[in-house]
C-alpha cells in the first residue's frame, strides 16, 4: 500500500511539473507538383538545422525544436490551409515560402499574433514594421534584388543609352520589381523593355525573338519553376552572352542551369546568403543528422543554393527565438515573444562564425521600423564544368532612396486601406 | 524587303514549328479519344510519367530507391551503368505498354459502358496516381534530357537567310531552333506511321472499327480489350515522343505535365477524332498566338499567347464546333 501511495505521490509531482514544450516551426513545404524540385531542397535545409540543433545543442536555449510539415504543393489554398491546421500546434513563426500564400497570410498571421518571416519573397513593402508588426522580410527583398542588379551593372560600367530587358513571370511576383526598375531607369538613362511570361513559362520562343531583335544589353530575369530552365535554354539558342544575363535568388539555382549543360556557364544570379558546402556547419550537418539518420530527405541536396536558403532561414529564425528567450528571460516562449525576438534580432559576423557559416550572409539588425534589413545583395556566377556557383560580389547596398519612398507609399496605401494605426510608438 | 516584314516572317517559321510540338501533345488526346470516346486528362502526365522514365533507364537509376532506401536502411540509387538512348527508348516504350495493360485491367475494363463523364473523371484519378507514382519512382528534381538531340539556333539557316535583309544591319538572318526542326520531322514520320497503321494493317483497321461503333466491332469479332490496350500503348509511344522533346526544352520535371495546357486549344481547333486535325489546329495556334504577339503584344503588355490560343479556339469553336476536321455529330430524336 506504502508503495502504492509513493508511486501515486511522484506521478502526481511529475503531473504537476511545467512540462516544456517543443518551440515549433512549422513548414509549408512543397515536395510535389511542378515546383517541388525547388519546395525540396529548402524544406530539407530548414528541417535539417533545427534536427542539427537538437542534436547538438540539445534545441534552443534547452528546448527541443519541432517541425511539423504541412504539403502546399506550391498552391495558395493548401497553403492557407496548412497555416491553419498547424497554427495550434503552438507556431512560432511561418515561412509560407510563396509570395501568393504569404499574402493571404498576413492579415490572419496578424490577427492570430504569429510572426511571418517572407526571406525574398512576399509583400516587399512589409519591410515596413510600422505597418506589418508582424511580418518580416530581412535580409533582403524584390525591390533590393532590383536594385541590386543595377547596381552590379553599374560597377561594370555606365547604364545612361544603355538597354535593359525584364523578362518576368506574369504574376504579382514578376511584377514587383517593375516600379523600382522603371524608377531606376529614369535615374540612370537606361531603356527598360518589359517581357511577360505566362505561367508556367514552357514556351517563351516569343520574347526570346523579341531579345534577339533588339538585343538589349543585359537581361534581368524575375522567374520560378520550368520559366528559369526554358529561359536558360532560349538564352543560349539565341547566343545570347549569359554573363549579360541575370536571374533574381529565384531563378538562380542549380536546377535553372543543369538542364542548359554547357550552354550555361556564366550566367548570373543575385543571393542573399553564401553558395557551396564550405561552411564549417556542413560537417555538422553531415556527423549530427545525415550519418545519424536523421537527414530530411534524402541527404542530396546538401549545399545547394536552396538547400542553404532553407538552412538559413532556420538559423535566422534559432537566432530570433534566442533573442526572444533572452529578452523575455524563459525558454517556453511564445509567438508573441518569438515576434519580439525578430524585431531585436542582431546578425554578426562573430555571430555566424560562431555557428559554423563564417560569411554566410551579411550582418544586419531588425528593428521595429525596419523588418527588411539592410537590403545587402550579393552576385552569384555558374561555372559550368565544376557545376558550382561562386560569389563573384560581396553583399552591397541597394538604392534605398529609389526603394524607401516606394515602401512607404505601399505600405502606407495599405494602412490606410486596413485602418492600421502606427506599432511602433 | 522591310526589316519588319522579315521579322514577322521569322515569328510565322517559329510559330510552325512551336505549332508541331503543341500537336504532339494533342496527338495522344486524339488516339484515345477516337478510340473509346474517353477525354484522357492524364495525357500531359503520361508524357512525364515517360520522359522520367526514359531518363531513369539511361541514368541506370534504381525505381522507388527512395522508398527502398527508407524502408530497408539501405543507400542505394544507381545501378551504376548508363544505358543508351535508343534502347532507353525501347525499355520506356515496353513500360508504357505495361501501363496501357494496366489501365486497362485495373481501370477501364469495370467501366466499360459508363457515362464519359465517368471515364473521364477515371482519367483525373489517373493523372495524380501517375504523377504520384512518377515521384516515388524517380524522384523530383530535374533531369537533364540527354537522347542526343540537337539544341541552339540553326547558323546554317541564319547565315543562308541573312542576305534577305539586303545589307539591313538590324536583321540577322533568320533564327530556328535545331531542336524544333528535329520535332517537325518527327512530328510527320510519327503522322504518316499512324495513318498508314490506322490505314494498311488488321490491328489499324480494328482500332477504326471501335472507334466507328464498338458494338458493331465486337459483333465480327474485334477484342475492345486488345484495342484499347493498343490505343493506349501508342498513346504511350506519342507521349514518349512528346515528353522527349518538351524534356529537352525545359529538363524533365514535374511541370511537363502542364504543357496539356497547350493542348486544349488544339483540340477544340482541330477536333477530337482527327489526326491530321491535331496537326492543323496545332499550326494554327502556333502562328496565330505568336503573330498576334508580335503585332499587338507590345500593345497590350504582352504575355497575350495563353487567352489568344484561346480566344483564337473558341473563334472557330463558335463557327465549327466539332472542330476543322472532327466528326459532325448528329442525333436523331
Same mark, same amino acid.
Given at each position: 500500500?506504502?508503495?502504492?501511495?509513493?508511486?501515486?505521490?511522484?506521478?502526481?509531482?511529475?503531473?504537476?511539473?511545467?512540462?516544456?514544450?517543443?518551440?515549433?516551426?512549422?513548414?509549408?513545404?512543397?515536395?510535389?507538383?511542378?515546383?517541388?524540385?525547388?519546395?525540396?531542397?529548402?524544406?530539407?535545409?530548414?528541417?535539417?538545422?533545427?534536427?542539427?540543433?537538437?542534436?547538438?545543442?540539445?534545441?534552443?536555449?534547452?528546448?527541443?525544436?519541432?517541425?511539423?510539415?504541412?504539403?502546399?504543393?506550391?498552391?495558395?489554398?493548401?497553403?492557407?490551409?496548412?497555416?491553419?491546421?498547424?497554427?495550434?500546434?503552438?507556431?512560432?513563426?511561418?515561412?509560407?515560402?510563396?509570395?501568393?500564400?504569404?499574402?493571404?497570410?498576413?492579415?490572419?498571421?496578424?490577427?492570430?499574433?504569429?510572426?511571418?518571416?517572407?526571406?525574398?519573397?512576399?509583400?516587399?513593402?512589409?519591410?515596413?514594421?510600422?505597418?506589418?508588426?508582424?511580418?518580416?522580410?530581412?535580409?533582403?527583398?524584390?525591390?533590393?534584388?532590383?536594385?541590386?542588379?543595377?547596381?552590379?551593372?553599374?560597377?561594370?560600367?555606365?547604364?545612361?543609352?544603355?538597354?535593359?530587358?525584364?523578362?518576368?513571370?506574369?504574376?504579382?511576383?514578376?511584377?514587383?520589381?517593375?516600379?523600382?526598375?522603371?524608377?531606376?531607369?529614369?535615374?540612370?538613362?537606361?531603356?527598360?523593355?518589359?517581357?511577360?511570361?505566362?505561367?508556367?513559362?514552357?514556351?517563351?520562343?516569343?520574347?526570346?525573338?523579341?531579345?534577339?531583335?533588339?538585343?538589349?544589353?543585359?537581361?534581368?530575369?524575375?522567374?520560378?519553376?520550368?520559366?528559369?530552365?526554358?529561359?536558360?535554354?532560349?538564352?543560349?539558342?539565341?547566343?545570347?552572352?549569359?554573363?549579360?544575363?541575370?536571374?533574381?535568388?529565384?531563378?538562380?539555382?542549380?536546377?535553372?542551369?543543369?538542364?542548359?549543360?554547357?550552354?550555361?556557364?556564366?550566367?548570373?544570379?543575385?543571393?542573399?546568403?553564401?553558395?557551396?558546402?564550405?561552411?564549417?556547419?556542413?560537417?555538422?550537418?553531415?556527423?549530427?543528422?545525415?550519418?545519424?539518420?536523421?537527414?530530411?530527405?534524402?541527404?542530396?541536396?546538401?549545399?545547394?543554393?536552396?538547400?542553404?536558403?532553407?538552412?538559413?532561414?532556420?538559423?535566422?529564425?534559432?537566432?530570433?527565438?534566442?533573442?526572444?528567450?533572452?529578452?523575455?528571460?524563459?525558454?517556453?516562449?511564445?509567438?508573441?515573444?518569438?515576434?519580439?525576438?525578430?524585431?531585436?534580432?542582431?546578425?554578426?559576423?562573430?555571430?555566424?562564425?560562431?555557428?559554423?557559416?563564417?560569411?554566410?550572409?551579411?550582418?544586419?539588425?531588425?528593428?521595429?521600423?525596419?523588418?527588411?534589413?539592410?537590403?545587402?545583395?550579393?552576385?552569384?556566377?555558374?561555372?559550368?564544368?565544376?557545376?558550382?556557383?561562386?560569389?563573384?560580389?560581396?553583399?552591397?547596398?541597394?538604392?534605398?532612396?529609389?526603394?524607401?519612398?516606394?515602401?512607404?507609399?505601399?505600405?502606407?496605401?495599405?494602412?490606410?486601406?486596413?485602418?492600421?494605426?502606427?506599432?511602433?510608438? | 524587303?522591310?526589316?519588319?516584314?522579315?521579322?514577322?516572317?521569322?515569328?510565322?517559321?517559329?510559330?510552325?514549328?512551336?505549332?508541331?510540338?503543341?500537336?504532339?501533345?494533342?496527338?495522344?488526346?486524339?488516339?484515345?479519344?477516337?478510340?473509346?470516346?474517353?477525354?484522357?486528362?492524364?495525357?500531359?502526365?503520361?508524357?512525364?510519367?515517360?520522359?522520367?522514365?526514359?531518363?531513369?533507364?539511361?541514368?541506370?537509376?534504381?525505381?522507388?530507391?527512395?522508398?527502398?532506401?527508407?524502408?530497408?536502411?539501405?543507400d542505394i540509387h544507381h545501378f551504376g551503368w548508363h544505358v543508351p538512348a535508343f534502347a532507353a527508348i525501347l525499355l520506356t516504350l515496353a513500360v508504357m505498354v505495361g501501363f496501357a495493360y494496366l489501365v486497362q485491367r485495373f481501370v477501364f475494363r469495370?467501366?466499360?459502358?459508363?457515362?464519359?463523364?465517368?471515364?473521364?473523371?477515371?482519367?483525373?484519378?489517373?493523372?495524380?496516381?501517375?504523377?504520384?507514382?512518377?515521384?516515388?519512382?524517380?524522384?523530383?528534381?530535374?533531369?537533364?534530357?540527354?537522347?542526343?538531340?540537337?539544341?541552339?539556333?540553326?547558323?546554317?539557316?541564319?547565315?543562308?537567310?541573312?542576305?534577305?535583309?539586303?545589307?539591313?544591319?538590324?536583321?540577322?538572318?533568320?533564327?530556328?531552333?535545331?531542336?524544333?526542326?528535329?520535332?517537325?520531322?518527327?512530328?510527320?514520320?510519327?503522322?504518316?506511321?499512324?495513318?498508314?497503321?490506322?490505314?494498311?494493317?488488321?490491328?489499324?483497321?480494328?482500332?477504326?472499327?471501335?472507334?466507328?461503333?464498338?458494338?458493331?466491332?465486337?459483333?465480327?469479332?474485334?477484342?475492345l480489350n486488345f484495342i484499347w490496350i493498343l490505343v493506349w500503348s501508342l498513346a504511350g509511344f506519342v507521349a514518349l515522343v512528346a515528353g522527349i522533346m518538351w524534356g529537352a526544352k525545359s529538363g524533365v520535371q514535374f511541370s511537363l505535365s502542364l504543357?496539356?495546357?497547350?493542348?486544349?486549344?488544339?483540340? +477544340? &481547333? #482541330? $477536333?477530337? *477524332?482527327?489526326?491530321?486535325? %491535331?496537326? /492543323?489546329?496545332? =499550326?494554327?495556334?502556333? @502562328?496565330?498566338?505568336?503573330?498576334?504577339?508580335?503585332?499587338?503584344?507590345? +500593345? &497590350? #503588355? $504582352?504575355? *497575350?499567347?495563353?487567352?489568344? %490560343?484561346? /480566344?483564337?479556339? =473558341?473563334?472557330?469553336? @463558335?463557327?465549327?464546333?466539332?472542330?476543322?476536321?472532327?466528326?459532325?455529330?448528329?442525333?436523331?430524336?
Open positions: 500500500m506504502k508503495m502504492k501511495l509513493g508511486t501515486m505521490a511522484v506521478a502526481a509531482v511529475m503531473a504537476a511539473s511545467p512540462v516544456m514544450a517543443d518551440l515549433v516551426f512549422p513548414s509549408l513545404s512543397y515536395r510535389t507538383g511542378p515546383y517541388a524540385a525547388g519546395g525540396i531542397p529548402f524544406a530539407d535545409g530548414y528541417a535539417d538545422y533545427m534536427n542539427l540543433l537538437n542534436a547538438r545543442d540539445g534545441g534552443i536555449g534547452g528546448v527541443m525544436t519541432s517541425v511539423p510539415e504541412c504539403e502546399t504543393g506550391y498552391n495558395t489554398e493548401k497553403g492557407v490551409e496548412c497555416y491553419e491546421s498547424t497554427k495550434g500546434e503552438g507556431a512560432l513563426v511561418y515561412q509560407p515560402l510563396s509570395t501568393g500564400i504569404t499574402y493571404q497570410l498576413i492579415p490572419k498571421a496578424t490577427a492570430d499574433g504569429i510572426p511571418i518571416h517572407s526571406m525574398g519573397y512576399g509583400r516587399t513593402s512589409a519591410a515596413n514594421g510600422d505597418v506589418f508588426s508582424n511580418v518580416f522580410n530581412y535580409p533582403a527583398n524584390y525591390w533590393n534584388g532590383a536594385s541590386g542588379a543595377i547596381n552590379y551593372l553599374m560597377s561594370q560600367g555606365d547604364l545612361a543609352g544603355k538597354k535593359i530587358a525584364l523578362v518576368y513571370h506574369n504574376s504579382a511576383y514578376g511584377k514587383e520589381p517593375i516600379r523600382t526598375l522603371e524608377d531606376l531607369s529614369k535615374k540612370h538613362g537606361f531603356k527598360l523593355t518589359l517581357l511577360p511570361v505566362d505561367h508556367p513559362g514552357q514556351e517563351q520562343k516569343s520574347q526570346w525573338l523579341q531579345i534577339r531583335r533588339e538585343k538589349p544589353d543585359n537581361v534581368i530575369m524575375y522567374g520560378w519553376g520550368v520559366m528559369n530552365q526554358v529561359a536558360v535554354q532560349e538564352a543560349a539558342n539565341i547566343r545570347y552572352p549569359m554573363e549579360d544575363f541575370i536571374g533574381i535568388w529565384w531563378s538562380g539555382s542549380e536546377n535553372d542551369v543543369l538542364p542548359a549543360g554547357d550552354a550555361a556557364n556564366g550566367y548570373k544570379a543575385l543571393t542573399f546568403h553564401g553558395v557551396g558546402n564550405d561552411f564549417p556547419v556542413f560537417e555538422d550537418i553531415q556527423k549530427y543528422v545525415v550519418d545519424a539518420g536523421n537527414a530530411a530527405g534524402a541527404g542530396d541536396q546538401i549545399g545547394t543554393v536552396l538547400y542553404n536558403r532553407g538552412l538559413y532561414a532556420a538559423m535566422l529564425a534559432a537566432e530570433a527565438a534566442k533573442t526572444a528567450q533572452e529578452i523575455h528571460g524563459t525558454a517556453d516562449i511564445t509567438a508573441a515573444m518569438m515576434r519580439d525576438g525578430m524585431e531585436a534580432l542582431e546578425i554578426t559576423e562573430a555571430k555566424m562564425a560562431a555557428l559554423g557559416l563564417p560569411g554566410f550572409g551579411p550582418e544586419f539588425n531588425v528593428s521595429c521600423a525596419n523588418h527588411g534589413g539592410p537590403g545587402l545583395v550579393g552576385m552569384t556566377q555558374w561555372d559550368a564544368s565544376a557545376k558550382t556557383w561562386s560569389l563573384i560580389n560581396e553583399f552591397a547596398p541597394s538604392d534605398m532612396d529609389v526603394i524607401q519612398p516606394l515602401i512607404d507609399e505601399d505600405s502606407a496605401a495599405y494602412a490606410a486601406e486596413n485602418k492600421i494605426a502606427s506599432s511602433c510608438k | 524587303m522591310p526589316t519588319d516584314l522579315l521579322y514577322g516572317a521569322e515569328v510565322v517559321l517559329n510559330g510552325l514549328m512551336a505549332g508541331v510540338l503543341y500537336a504532339l501533345v494533342a496527338l495522344g488526346f486524339v488516339l484515345i479519344y477516337k478510340a473509346s470516346g474517353i477525354f484522357n486528362y492524364a495525357q500531359g502526365v503520361m508524357a512525364l510519367f515517360a520522359a522520367l522514365t526514359l531518363v531513369g533507364i539511361m541514368e541506370g537509376q534504381v525505381p522507388f530507391s527512395h522508398l527502398i532506401n527508407a524502408a530497408f536502411g539501405t469495370h467501366l466499360v459502358g459508363q457515362e464519359p463523364i465517368i471515364l473521364f473523371m477515371a482519367t483525373i484519378g489517373l493523372a495524380y496516381f501517375l504523377e504520384g507514382v512518377g515521384d516515388l519512382m524517380w524522384g523530383s528534381e530535374i533531369k537533364k534530357m540527354a537522347v542526343g538531340l540537337p539544341q541552339g539556333g540553326s547558323l546554317w539557316v541564319e547565315e543562308n537567310t541573312q542576305w534577305l535583309g539586303f545589307g539591313n544591319e538590324d536583321f540577322y538572318g533568320f533564327f530556328i531552333d535545331k531542336l524544333d526542326m528535329v520535332a517537325t520531322v518527327i512530328a510527320v514520320v510519327l503522322v504518316l506511321a499512324l495513318v498508314a497503321f490506322s490505314q494498311y494493317t488488321k490491328q489499324g483497321r480494328a482500332m477504326r472499327a471501335v472507334a466507328d461503333d464498338h458494338q458493331a466491332a465486337l459483333s465480327v469479332g474485334v477484342s504543357i496539356a495546357l497547350k493542348a486544349l486549344p488544339v483540340l +477544340m &481547333l #482541330g $477536333g477530337f *477524332t482527327s489526326i491530321p486535325g %491535331a496537326i /492543323v489546329g496545332g =499550326l494554327i495556334i502556333g @502562328v496565330g498566338e505568336k503573330l498576334f504577339e508580335f503585332s499587338f503584344g507590345p +500593345m &497590350l #503588355g $504582352g504575355a *497575350t499567347e495563353n487567352w489568344f %490560343a484561346y /480566344v483564337l479556339a =473558341l473563334v472557330f469553336l @463558335v463557327f465549327r464546333p466539332q472542330g476543322l476536321f472532327g466528326e459532325k455529330i448528329i442525333e436523331r430524336v
